[in-house]
């Protein structure tokens, strides 16, 4: 199975080109950070980020998907995040990194789950706010470098998808992950 890696900062569009892979007959494992947050949300968490176990929830949810069986004939998964982005999200928050979290960061490293190469999908240029989504444009540009930081320090190397139309956007990672090169 080669597992691919989507990430950016918040509002960068990687829902909407996952959307169209999807489309397209690529097995896609949804993003966990805004599942746990819609999930927490629903239960009377207004801001469930500012909580301790947050990073946990995050990492536990990634596992879990990561786990699951891939569907029937698929070669190919593509994941929105990863644990990679969990501890990138720890630094911009400025909290400890969590040894739930550590963990998950070192297993996805030694068993080389993922594609060495990350396709990292860039800023558009401004923000659209959500219920999961309240970030500044400049607090977005912030946690881009730090999605950046975060995967370069640990081995990665960054695929740029340079902001543009969701539909060429979404083309050149399929030609991408079809041609082999990433």
Known sequence: MRRYVITGAPGAGKTTILAALRQRGYAVVDEAATDVIAREQATGSAEPWREA?????????????????????ATVQVFDRSPICTLALAHYLERPVTPLLAEEVD???AEAIYRPRVFFVRLLGFITPTAARRITYPESVRFERCHEQAYRSHGFELVDVPAGPAAER?????RLIRAGEA
């Open 170 to 174: 979404a083309d050149l990672v399929d």
């Open 53 to 73: 176990d947050f990073l946990d929830k995050i990492a536990l949810l990634q596992h879990e998907r990561r786990e699951l069986p891939a569907p029937a004939g």
């Open 107 to 109: 297993r996805v490293l």
